[in-house]
């Protein structure tokens, strides 16, 4: 056999770890209850596996791992593991460390092949993941981690997978092959569709022909492809926003930017194609232990017209984020070769009051009643502020597990008396507290990732750099429902004030991480069928995500300046369109420009100024004049100046661009207002108060 024929039949595994171990009987005991992933065991036979079939049919979608020569030398070594025995190589657990290998789980466990170490990422060392194998114990212990009756998830059937991706995407009607096609859902459809780039087209396009091929099996009619990606009409002229636009066909080689900034005018399926074209790696530093600090400083590239966090656009804008977002998600692991499935979420039996294994909107539509805006469920806030109140500088914390019996009637306590106020916080050990946290999250009915995406972070880790693991990673965030997304960015947050304290209470950024990984990657409800080399990786896997999640929080709760110049170019094309179709607004328009000399507010705009409205203030509007140093920040600053009666903080304002090629977006402070004035130039300013 030719060495390339040995190294494909090795497979690949998701952590980047090569093995020849045969395949593990299934006749064992069950795993611990998580998602698994795709176990590449053979180059020829694609194996499903849990609940999550990840295909890889791209060499480049896979990060490089040490192969090796011999069962005793290893092909590549660095300074650190070299001087280690083989054994201390490996992140899995030691013997007698998982559940799997306890005796009351395993009386006859068999010997485990040992994974070598991928020296292409950070790692996580033994001792660290040691502390993930003893948490899964605590948790399989106190019964969390238990097979239940009920499933989350059903796999979907052949050509069912694309048509929910369609419809989630809003362009079902594409495929319907129905005559009563809504008129405005054929025109939303077709301006959605002329925003996108080659590689989201490409993605839609690849959805369609695969749901095509499906159904013609089962002979239902349906438009042909090539008429749903037509080359526009001859008088068709679409809009472009600017060049350096996500379609302006930047400089997308990797070689026009450094490692560590990410560009985010051009889209990141883009950026990966050109990538996976010109076959260059980006080399990040990597150790056997790798300390917090070794993880790139990825900084956004300056963008003079603001940065635009989760929050700052209005409902209808974010539909399009959304949309957009999953078509580009989809087309970043298409790039790379990898195939990844969603699966539906069924209907779960759940408490329909209380506090733990309460659904999370349900839980927080309860609390909106008695406080409105509330974006965090209150017993949440409540035990992170506790634990924060009684000091973060406890050794151990988060990783050291309150006795289960005091948990387990803590719960108890809380359901009954939480809620009116008299549950004795004060006697409520760190301990305990931290564990009540991790209870709440493990029991909630559906996991806070959602079942629907649970596998594409899993998926993550297949992409070759960190860079495009990152990007991926901010298209998930904002892919979240709501409710999930704001609840995970108030735990990263206190997860990184934990760390913050770590010279006193021992928990790094890899502590913390594998400490919280199955309690965010297991969940109440799910029946887990993985085998044992499987579980080891996701183990690594699980950990490397929520790592990369507290470690780039500030980055990934941001929305893509490519992704915001797609709406743009949404809301400008609908509004031609419109224009075009209707005759009246065409005369209006025609009319307003011959009354142009009248209004003030194009005469301001004409002369370098514009005029900020506050409608909600004594002071109605003032007018500015634009300067190349001028920022939302200096607007607000001499909004507060003018008007001395003002009891607001300029924390609590926003100014807004509000109309023109986008329906309503508070400004980042380090906005230039003469760059975006350039950008949208038919836009009014308005400052209100805003609630952070």
Avoid at 161 to 177: I, M, R
Avoid at 237 to 246: R, T, V
Avoid at 266 to 275: C, H, P, T
Avoid at 286 to 294: A, L
């Amino acid at each position: 056999m030719s060495r390339q024929q040995q190294e494909q039949s090795q497979g690949v595994v998701l952590t980047g770890y090569h093995s020849n171990a045969e395949p593990i009987p299934t006749g064992r005991p069950r795993a611990p209850s998580y998602p698994s992933v795709h176990d590449h065991q053979s180059s020829s036979l694609p194996s499903r596996t849990g609940c999550y079939n990840i295909q890889q049919s791209d060499r480049h979608g896979f990060t490089g791992a040490a192969k090796m020569q011999s069962a005793d030398r290893p092909l590549f070594t660095n300074p650190i593991s070299a001087t280690l025995p083989r054994a201390q190589l490996s992140s899995s657990p030691k013997s007698g460390s998982s559940p799997r290998h306890s005796p009351r789980h395993s009386p006859k466990s068999r010997s485990r092949p040992l994974p070598q170490r991928c020296i292409s990422q950070d790692s996580l060392d033994e001792l660290q993941m040691d502390d993930y194998w003893k948490e899964v114990e605590n948790i399989t212990s106190s019964g969390g981690g238990q097979v239940h009756e009920e499933e989350q998830h059903k796999v979907s059937e052949e050509g069912e997978h694309e048509e929910a991706w369609l419809k989630e995407a809003g362009l079902s009607q594409l495929v319907t092959g129905s005559l009563a096609v809504d008129q405005e859902q054929e025109e939303d459809s077709a301006v959605f569709l002329s925003t996108l780039t080659r590689t989201q087209a490409a993605a839609v396009e690849r959805r369609i022909k695969t749901l095509q091929t499906q159904r013609r099996r089962n002979r239902q009619h349906l438009p042909d492809v090539r008429d749903i990606f037509r080359p526009p009409e001859k008088d068709e002229k679409p809009n472009k926003i600017k060049p350096g636009s996500e379609n302006g066909r930047k400089d997308t080689s990797p070689a026009a930017e450094t490692e560590t900034e990410l560009n985010v005018e051009v889209a990141f399926s883009e950026q990966a194609l050109s990538y996976r074209d010109h076959h260059l790696m980006l080399k990040v530093p990597s150790s056997s232990n790798s300390p917090d600090d070794k993880l790139p400083n990825f900084r956004l590239l300056r963008d003079k017209t603001g940065q635009t966090r989760v929050g700052d656009l209005s409902p209808l804008d974010m539909k399009k984020v959304r949309r957009l977002v999953l078509v580009e998600m989809t087309a970043l692991f298409d790039t790379a070769g990898i195939d990844v499935k969603a699966h539906k979420a069924v209907r779960v039996k759940a408490k329909e009051s209380g506090l733990f294994g309460v659904p999370l909107p349900m839980l927080l539509e309860y609390d909106q009643r008695r406080i409105p805006g509330t974006k965090v469920p209150f017993i949440l806030q409540k035990l992170i502020c506790h634990i924060e109140e009684e000091g973060l500088d406890t050794e151990g914390l988060l990783r050291i597990p309150g006795a289960a019996t005091r948990v387990k009637s803590l719960c108890q306590e809380l359901e009954s008396s939480f809620y009116d106020g008299m549950f004795p916080w004060q006697q409520l050990k760190q301990h305990d507290a931290a564990s009540l946290l991790k209870l709440f999250i493990r029991e909630l009915p559906h996991p806070l990732l959602t079942v629907e995406y649970l596998n594409a972070f899993i998926a993550v880790n297949k992409l070759p750099t960190k860079k495009q693991q990152l990007q991926a990673l901010n298209l998930l965030v904002l892919l979240l429902p709501e409710a999930s997304r704001d609840t995970l960015k108030a735990l990263v947050e206190f997860f990184q004030r934990v760390i913050d304290h770590q010279a006193k209470n021992k928990m790094t950024l890899n502590n913390v991480s594998v400490v919280m990984a199955p309690n965010l990657f297991m969940f109440k409800g799910f029946r887990s069928k993985v085998t044992e080399q499987q579980e080891f990786s996701m183990a690594t896997s699980t950990a490397n995500i929520v790592r990369l999640l507290i470690r780039y929080q500030n980055l990934l709760w941001t929305i893509p300046k490519f992704i915001v110049n797609q709406v743009r170019q949404h809301n400008m094309e609908s509004q031609r369109k419109q224009n075009k179709e209707r005759a009246v607004l065409k005369l209006l328009k025609k009319i307003t420009m011959d009354k142009s000399s009248d209004n003030p507010l194009l005469e301001e705009s004409s002369q370098g100024l514009i005029r900020v409205q506050a409608p909600q203030f004594s002071k109605i509007s003032m007018a500015l004049q634009l300067t190349e140093e001028l920022q939302a920040v200096d607007v607000l600053t001499r909004f507060l100046s003018q008007d001395s009666s003002l009891k607001v903080k300029k924390e609590d304002l926003c100014l807004y661009e509000i109309g023109g090629n986008i329906k309503e977006r508070c400004l980042d402070g380090e906005t230039f207002m003469k760059d975006l004035f350039q950008l949208n130039p038919a836009a009014e300013w308005v400052i209100k108060s805003v609630q952070r």
